[in-house]
C-alpha cells in the first residue's frame, strides 16, 4: 500500500514563509510550493495530495487537477480546506497522514488514528528532498539516530511512535 499525503497547503505556505498569507502575490507562492511537491512525489514515490481554502473563489462545486503526479483541489465556494481534509480523514483513517498545523484538523486526525506531521517538520523534508535533488544523490542519510536508552519508562507514547514511524517513510 502507498503512503498517502493531505497537506493544508497554506498552512504549509505560511509555515514556509514565516510572514503567513500576507504574502503580495499568494498564486506566486501556491505555484512554488505545487513545483516543490512535484519534486518530491518524484523522489519519494508518495501519493501526495494538496488542498487550498476556495472560500472566496465562487466556484459551486470542488475544483481538482492533477499536475506532475501531484492531487491539487480548491474547496468550494464557502467551504474551507479544513473541512475537505475532515472528510479525507474520516474516509482513510489510519492510512493517511495529514500535514498541518491547524489544531481542529489535528484533533480530528488523531482521534481517526491518521498521523499528522507539522507543517513545519514537512518544510523541513522538503528543503532536504530539494537538497538531495541538487546534490544529485538519492541516498537516505538518518543523522537522526536516537541514543535514548529503551525500556518502558523511556517509551514514547504510541501516538509518538506511530509519527515517527511515518516519518521514516516520508
Sequence with gaps: MALKIAIDGYNLIGASTGIGLSLPDIEQAREELIERLI?????????VTVVFDGTHSGYLSRN????????????RGGEEAD?????????????????????????FAEDKSAVVIPSA????????????????????????????????AFRASKKDRKKKQRMKKL
Design 39 to 47: 519534486t518530491y512525489k518524484k523522489q519519494k514515490g508518495i501519493k
Design 64 to 75: 481538482q487537477e492533477v499536475r506532475g503526479g501531484v492531487k491539487i483541489i480548491f474547496s
Design 83 to 107: 473541512y475537505v481534509l475532515k472528510q479525507m480523514v474520516a474516509e482513510q483513517g489510519s492510512g493517511l497522514t495529514i500535514v498541518t498545523s491547524d489544531r481542529d484538523i489535528t484533533r
Design 121 to 152: 517538520e514537512f518544510k523541513e523534508l522538503l528543503d532536504q528532498c530539494e537538497y538531495m535533488e541538487v546534490k544529485g544523490s538519492d541516498e537516505d542519510e538518518d543523522y537522526e539516530e536516537d541514543q535514548q536508552k529503551k525500556g518502558p
